[in-house]
């Protein structure tokens, strides 16, 4: 434990000692306390109540940790889907995923209007389970920017997936460094919010420095390690891109 720990126990065990030791027990109504006896009970509580509060803070810095794991582990999820939409040239129904489609006026992503199916790997078959939304999903495909050209027949829209060419190459690695940067920033963001809580806790005295220091690097160790998941997961999505 850390010394302010380590002084705030020691503090409380005197206190003990003090009152076990220096004072006589009272016995019967009516006797009143020495003035030895109410210092150390006085003494004894200020130390109890110190120690439960280190403690208590000390639950709470944990917390501020494993929130910030949680979040950011949060943010590598999204980062995992945001990256699956991008196409290498084969055909995957994760391509879709963020398009959305007006469904009676709300935007809806179009993989909660249909269903996606492969049945090559150069083809999407997209099967809308409202047959008067097609030209609406058509449409949003279209406009989503993923360079596909739809067709559809009334009942099902098929997209043929054409191989990649370096100009498209390029456009794709760029995106997957724009998500990967987005990651980051929002793993950085959580870091600075939990760092800016710990550092209040120690300003208000609910901890020492010592453990506020532990609580700091806990969290940027957390951080490090997402942010290698990140550069991980866009240069293993860029080399997918980039082979032929």
């Known amino acids: ?35 030895a006896t109410s210092a150390a009970i006085n003494q004894h509580s200020r130390c109890r109540s110190i120690v439960t509060t280190l403690k208590m803070s000390q639950e709470e810095m944990d917390l501020i940790t494993m929130d910030a794991d949680e979040r950011m582990d949060k943010t590598i999820s999204n980062l995992a889907e945001n990256l699956s939409t991008i196409r290498t040239g084969r055909a995957n129904p994760n391509m879709l995923d963020r398009v959305e489609a007006d469904y009676y006026g709300a935007m809806t992503p179009i993989n909660q209007m249909a269903t996606i199916s492969v049945p090559s790997s150069q083809q999407l078959q997209i099967a809308p389970f409202d047959k008067s939304s097609v030209a609406d999903i058509e449409k949003a495909i279209i406009y989503a920017g993923l360079g596909f050209t739809p067709t559809s027949d009334g009942n099902v829209i098929r997209i043929n997936i054409p191989q990649l060419t370096e100009e498209r190459r390029k456009d794709l690695l760029k995106q997957c460094k724009q998500i990967g940067e987005e990651a980051k920033v929002a793993i950085r963001n959580i870091r600075r919010d939990c760092v800016d809580s710990i550092k209040k806790m120690e300003k208000a005295g609910d901890l020492g420095k010592d453990q506020a220091l532990d609580g700091i690097d806990a969290v940027q160790k957390t951080t490090d390690d997402h942010v290698k998941v990140v550069d991980n997961s866009v240069a293993k999505k860029e080399n997918e891109v980039t082979t032929l």
């Open 1 to 35: 434990m850390k010394l302010f720990i380590l002084a705030s126990a020691a503090a409380a065990v005197s206190c003990v000692n003090a009152f076990t030791t220096s004072t006589a027990p009272l016995m019967g109504r009516g006797l009143r306390r020495s003035s």
